[in-house]
Antibody
């Protein structure tokens, strides 16, 4: 059973870069042709898709975040990561990593438990 | 418009049928997916491609999609179905989530 687990700092200062990693266990990140996504949820709000990466390293981003977000994969560690630059308080959210591609390219069938990131000085 | 709209809240009596809508311009031409999110937990996929249930999801959960409205139907509602429900589509070259609907089971 594939499992996803987010990790990274819970507190980031304004204007800095937020960096999180998702570790995939129970299966290889290179098998199955899956897409590896980041999704965030602002406190008390809905879900916002940030983008995905593929095991080849190709990535695709939400146009609204494209100028600030980078998603990458490290197949040797079975991990993928997100970097979000120039953060502000508006980036305070729970960040989830999720898998898609099993039922459909944009259907998220497996999720990490989420990690809360606060942007504050 | 690429937006999808959900009611903020829906209430249902225990054992009755709840219907949660997701409205968007010609949404019937898109694949709609639904997620359940209980308090403090990650979302869980309950319906994909309008009508399909992932393994492990009870048959009480069903979906439909036509015209400008997609609907998630929960039959024989249980206390454990209390959660936020989100619809999701692909549109305008991005993933779009609805704002979410809080389901209360009375």
């Amino acid at each position: 059973q594939v499992q996803l687990q987010e990790s990274g700092p819970g507190l980031v200062k304004p204007s800095q870069t937020l960096s999180l990693t998702c570790t995939v266990s129970g299966g290889s990140i290179t098998s199955g042709g899956y897409y590896w996504n980041w999704i965030r949820q602002h406190p008390g709000k809905g879900l916002e898709w940030m983008g995905y990466t593929y095991s080849t390293g190709n990535s695709y981003y939400n146009p609204s975040l494209k100028s600030r977000v980078t998603i990458s994969v490290d197949t040797s560690k079975n991990q993928f990561s997100v970097n979000l630059s120039s953060v502000s308080a508006a980036d305070t959210a729970v960040y989830y990593c999720a898998r898609s591609g099993y039922y459909d390219n944009h259907v998220f069938d497996m999720w990490g438990q989420g990690t809360m990131v606060t942007v504050s000085s | 418009s690429s937006e999808v709209t959900q009611p903020l809240s829906v209430s249902v009596a225990l054992g009755q049928t709840a219907r949660i809508t997701c409205e968007g311009d010609n949404i019937g031409s898109k694949d709609v997916h639904w997620y359940q999110q209980k308090t403090g937990q990650a979302p869980v996929l309950v319906i994909y491609r309008d009508t399909h249930r992932p393994s492990g999801i009870p048959e009480r959960f069903s979906g439909s999609n036509s015209g400008n409205t997609a609907t998630l139907t929960i039959s024989r509602a249980q206390a454990g179905d209390e959660a936020d429900y989100y619809c999701q589509v692909w549109g305008s070259n991005t993933v779009i989530f609805g704002g979410g609907t809080k389901l209360t089971v009375l």
